[in-house]
C-alpha cells in the first residue's frame, strides 16, 4: 500500500531543565508565551550551544586528471584584458566506495551527540576522514572534460528481502542496490552516461561517463543515488554531494560567458563561497521488535547505547519529519555557525536542497547581541526561541544569481529563497555589520511545503561577522562592486556588462541558454498531472511501469508542458536531461500569471518568469507552463515527482527521446 499522505499535523515543544539535569520535561502546547528567557510554564531551557559545531566544507574529492589542465583564471588588475579560457578537454577520474559511515548527528532536543550508522559515498583516495564522515565528498569538473566516475557497491551487505517477493517495482525494495544521477547536468541519458535505468548490485563496481560538452553551464548541481525503490531510503541516508562545473570562459562579443568571471572583489580575487548542503537525515533507533522509539508525544529517541539509522519506509511520510523531531542539517552539522564572516564582503553561497522531506525558506535575521543560547526545542515549533532572540521584522536582503545551476538573466533582491526538494540556489550575501546572525527556515502555509502541514520558523544556524566596512545599502553596493569588477573582462564586452549591471543588474551576457520564442513552439502541449489515489502515485492517471514509454518526444523539438497536481499535495516536478524555462505559472481561481509578482498566497512563485530550471514545485490550486528544447541526446530517461519516496512509490514516467523520421514523425526504436 503506499504510505499516506496525511494532513493531519501538532506542535511539540521537549524542553531541558538544565544541561546537567538530564532529567526531561516535556509539554504538549499550542503555543508557548517566551517571557523573561523561560518557556513551558516557567520551565527554565537555555543551555549553550556546542562552540564546537562548525561549518565545514565538504571535502573536495581528489580527482586524477589527464591532459590538457583546467585551471582557474588568474586575478588580473583592474583595466587588464582577462586572458582566453584555457582549452577544453582532457579526463577527470572519480572513484567513490558506497559503505556505512560510523558517526554522531548532534540532537538539540536531548543536547547530545546521537550515534549513526548511515550509507554514504566517501573518496578512494581520502587519506583521512572528512569532519562529517557521511558527507559525501564534492566534485569539481569543467566544461569539455570526460569524467570518468567510479561507483564500487563491493562494501554494503546484501540484502535478504532483495530480490523482493513482491512484483510490484512501485513497492519500496532492495535498499543496498544503487545507481548514480548527476542531477542537472546537461549529458547523455544512455549507456554508462547519467543512465539512471542501470541497478548495480552488491559487489559490483561500475564506471560512468560523462562528457561535458565544451558548452555546458557552469553553475552548481549534485548528484545523489536514483535507482527506483531505494532512491528515498538512500538520499535520506546522507547519499548526496555537490557537484560544481567551474566556470573559466568570460563572455565575449561572440558569445556568452561564465557569471565566475565577473564575481570578483577589487583586488581581483574570488568572491568568498560558501557550499550549503542542506539535507533531512531522519535516522530512528529501533526496539527490539523493529519498531521506531518514541517518546510519550512521538518524537523519535535514541538511548544511549543505541545506534541510529535509515533503514525502513515507515520512517517517510508527509507527517513523519515533523513527528521525529529531526532537524535539518547543513553540511552534516545541527544548528552550526558559519565563522570567519567580515562586514561589507561579498559572498557567494551555493545552496543546494538534497533533502527528501522538507521544505526549507531560507532567511538571514540579525541577532540579539545578548541573544540566549539555543533552547532544546522540539524542531515541530521554535517559533518562541526566533522571536526573542531573532527579533523584529527585518531580515537580510539576499541577491538570487542562479536557480538550480543556471544564471538567471538579471539578479533579483530578495529576503527568502524558497528550496524544494532537488532546488539549487546561488546567493550574493553582504552582511552590513558586524555580530552574529540567525540563519532561519522561515514559516509558510501548509500548500507552500511538500509536507502539507503548516510551517513554523525554524533556527538552522547563526553567521558569525568579524567587522569590516559599513553597508548601508546592500543591492547598491553589490551594484558597485560588479560594475567595477567588469572592468577585468574582455574589451569587445565590458561596457555591454557595465550597462547591464546599471541598468537593473542584468546579466544577459552569462546566461547560457536563449529564451524559448512563442514562434518556436511546436504542438502537442505535453502535460505531467500529479496525483495520489487508491490506485497508488500516479501520473497522468498511471503508475510507473518500467516496461512502457509514457512520452516521445523529438530530437530538436521545442515544446511547452503543462504542470498540475490533482488534490491537495503539491509536488516537485523534475525531468532529467534537458532545462526548461519556466514560461507562466497560472493561479486557476484568478486566472493571474504569478510568475512575475506572485501573489499573496505564493510568493515563491515571484520572479520566476523566463528563468531557466530542472525542478519546480506546483502547488495545488496552480498550473505551471514551461518550455523545452530536447537538444542534442537521444535515448530512455525520466520526469517525477522530487519528493523521492513518491518517486520510488510509482510517481515517475519513462521518457524517449528519438529521431524524427522525416515524415512528422519519431522513430520509436532507431536501430535497424
Given at each position: 500500500?503506499?504510505?499516506?499522505?496525511?494532513?493531519?499535523?501538532?506542535?511539540?515543544?521537549?524542553?531541558?531543565?538544565?544541561?546537567?539535569?538530564?532529567?526531561?520535561?516535556?509539554?504538549?502546547?499550542?503555543?508557548?508565551?517566551?517571557?523573561?528567557?523561560?518557556?513551558?510554564?516557567?520551565?527554565?531551557?537555555?543551555?549553550?550551544?556546542?562552540p564546537g559545531r562548525i561549518v565545514a566544507e565538504p571535502p573536495v574529492a581528489k580527482i586524477e586528471r589527464a591532459g590538457p589542465q583546467i585551471n582557474a583564471i588568474a586575478p588580473a588588475a583592474a583595466g587588464a584584458a582577462m586572458r582566453l579560457a584555457p582549452p577544453t578537454g582532457g579526463e577527470a577520474v572519480i572513484d567513490l566506495n558506497i559503505q556505512y559511515t560510523e558517526a554522531t548527528i548532534y540532537n538539540p532536543g536531548s543536547?547530545?551527540?546521537?550515534?549513526?550508522?548511515?550509507?554514504?559515498?566517501?573518496?578512494?583516495?581520502?587519506?583521512?576522514?572528512?569532519?562529517?564522515?557521511?558527507?559525501?565528498?564534492?566534485?569539481?569538473?569543467?566544461?569539455?572534460?570526460?569524467?570518468?566516475?567510479?561507483?564500487?557497491?563491493?562494501?554494503?551487505?546484501?540484502?535478504?528481502?532483495?530480490?523482493s517477493a513482491d512484483p510490484d517495482v512501485n513497492h519500496p525494495n532492495c535498499a543496498n542496490r544503487t545507481n548514480l544521477h548527476s542531477h542537472g547536468l546537461w549529458v547523455s541519458p544512455t549507456g554508462n552516461s547519467d543512465n539512471v535505468l542501470v541497478s548495480i548490485y552488491q559487489g559490483v563496481s561500475f564506471q560512468y561517463e560523462y562528457n561535458l560538452p565544451p558548452d555546458h553551464p557552469a553553475g552548481t548541481f549534485w548528484y545523489h543515488p536514483h535507482r527506483h525503490g531505494s532512491t528515498a531510503l538512500q538520499v535520506s541516508s546522507g547519499m548526496a554531494g555537490v557537484l560544481i562545473v567551474k566556470g573559466t570562459r568570460p563572455p565575449g562579443a561572440q558569445g556568452k560567458g561564465d557569471i565566475d568571471t565577473l564575481l570578483r572583489n577589487t583586488d581581483g580575487t574570488n568572491f568568498r563561497e560558501r557550499l550549503v548542503l542542506l539535507q533531512q537525515i531522519q535516522y530512528a533507533c529501533r526496539d527490539n521488535a523493529g519498531k521506531i522509539k518514541q517518546d510519550a508525544n512521538g518524537l523519535y529517541i535514541c538511548d544511549a547505547s543505541d545506534v541510529g539509522g535509515i533503514e525502513k519506509y515507515?520512517?517517510?511520510?508527509?507527517?513523519?519529519?515533523?513527528?521525529?523531531?529531526?532537524?535539518?542539517?547543513?553540511?552534516?552539522?545541527?544548528?552550526?555557525?558559519?565563522?570567519?564572516?567580515?562586514?561589507?564582503?561579498?559572498?557567494?553561497?551555493?545552496?543546494?536542497?538534497?533533502?527528501?522531506?522538507?521544505?526549507?525558506?531560507?532567511?538571514?535575521?540579525?541577532?540579539?547581541?545578548?541573544?540566549?543560547?539555543?533552547?532544546?526545542?522540539?524542531?515541530?515549533?521554535?517559533?518562541?526561541?526566533?522571536t526573542h532572540n531573532c527579533p523584529g521584522t527585518a531580515l537580510l536582503p539576499q541577491l538570487a544569481l542562479a536557480a538550480d545551476g543556471l544564471t538567471r538573466a538579471q539578479l533579483i533582491e530578495r529576503t527568502t529563497s524558497t528550496l524544494q526538494p532537488g532546488y539549487r540556489e546561488d546567493l550574493l550575501m553582504v552582511f552590513p555589520e558586524a555580530g552574529n546572525y540567525c540563519v532561519l527556515d522561515g514559516a509558510a502555509p501548509a500548500a507552500s511545503s511538500v509536507n502539507n502541514q503548516i510551517k513554523g520558523r525554524q533556527f538552522l544556524g547563526k553567521v558569525a561577522v568579524?567587522?569590516?566596512?559599513?553597508?548601508?545599502?546592500?543591492?547598491?553596493?553589490?551594484?558597485?562592486?560588479?560594475i567595477a569588477a567588469a572592468d577585468r573582462l574582455p574589451s569587445a564586452v565590458r561596457q555591454k556588462v557595465r550597462d547591464d549591471l546599471a541598468n537593473g543588474l542584468r546579466l544577459s551576457s552569462f546566461v547560457a541558454h536563449p529564451d524559448i520564442l512563442d514562434s518556436e513552439i511546436k504542438p502537442p502541449q505535453r502535460q505531467a498531472s500529479f496525483e495520489i489515489g487508491p490506485a497508488g502515485f500516479m501520473i497522468n492517471g498511471s503508475s510507473y511501469k518500467p516496461d512502457r514509454i509514457d512520452q516521445l518526444l523529438p530530437l530538436g523539438g521545442v515544446e511547452e508542458?503543462?504542470?498540475?497536481?490533482?488534490?491537495?499535495?503539491?509536488?516537485?516536478?523534475?525531468?532529467?536531461?534537458?532545462?526548461?524555462?519556466?514560461?507562466?505559472?497560472?493561479?486557476?481561481?484568478?486566472?493571474?500569471?504569478?510568475?512575475?509578482?506572485?501573489?499573496?498566497?505564493e510568493p515563491q512563485y515571484a520572479n520566476l518568469k523566463g528563468v531557466w530550471k530542472d525542478t519546480l514545485f506546483v502547488r495545488q490550486g496552480y498550473t505551471a507552463y514551461v518550455r523545452t528544447r530536447y537538444q542534442r541526446y537521444i535515448g530512455d530517461f525520466v520526469l517525477h515527482c522530487h519528493i523521492l519516496d513518491h518517486e520510488d512509490q510509482g510517481m515517475m514516467q519513462n521518457i524517449r527521446i528519438g529521431l524524427p523520421n522525416g515524415s512528422g514523425g519519431i522513430v520509436e526504436n532507431a536501430h535497424h
Open positions: 500500500m503506499p504510505i499516506a499522505d496525511a494532513t493531519k499535523s501538532f506542535v511539540l515543544l521537549k524542553v531541558r531543565h538544565s544541561p546537567a539535569s538530564h532529567r526531561p520535561f516535556s509539554c504538549l502546547k499550542m503555543r508557548v508565551v517566551f517571557s523573561a528567557g523561560l518557556l513551558c510554564a516557567g520551565i527554565e531551557t537555555a543551555f549553550a550551544q556546542n543536547d547530545k551527540d546521537d550515534r549513526v550508522k548511515l550509507r554514504s559515498y566517501r573518496d578512494v583516495r581520502e587519506t583521512a576522514p572528512p569532519k562529517v564522515p557521511f558527507v559525501a565528498p564534492t566534485i569539481e569538473i569543467f566544461p569539455g572534460e570526460t569524467v570518468r566516475f567510479t561507483l564500487n557497491n563491493d562494501k554494503l551487505p546484501p540484502d535478504p528481502d532483495c530480490p515507515d520512517q517517510f511520510g508527509p507527517t513523519t519529519w515533523r513527528k521525529s523531531g529531526r532537524y535539518t542539517s547543513i553540511n552534516g552539522e545541527v544548528i552550526p555557525t558559519f565563522a570567519d564572516a567580515q562586514a561589507g564582503k561579498i559572498e557567494r553561497w551555493r545552496v543546494v536542497h538534497a533533502g527528501v522531506r522538507d521544505t526549507v525558506n531560507l532567511q538571514f535575521k540579525k541577532m540579539r547581541d545578548d541573544a540566549q543560547p539555543y533552547a532544546a526545542v522540539a524542531a515541530a515549533q521554535q517559533e518562541d526561541w526566533v568579524a567587522a569590516g566596512a559599513a553597508v548601508p545599502d546592500i543591492k547598491a553596493f553589490v551594484q558597485a562592486e560588479l508542458w503543462k504542470i498540475s497536481t490533482v488534490n491537495a499535495n503539491g509536488h516537485p516536478f523534475h525531468i532529467h536531461v534537458n532545462p526548461f524555462q519556466v514560461s507562466r505559472i497560472i493561479n486557476d481561481a484568478t486566472g493571474q500569471d504569478v510568475s512575475v509578482a506572485g501573489d499573496a498566497n
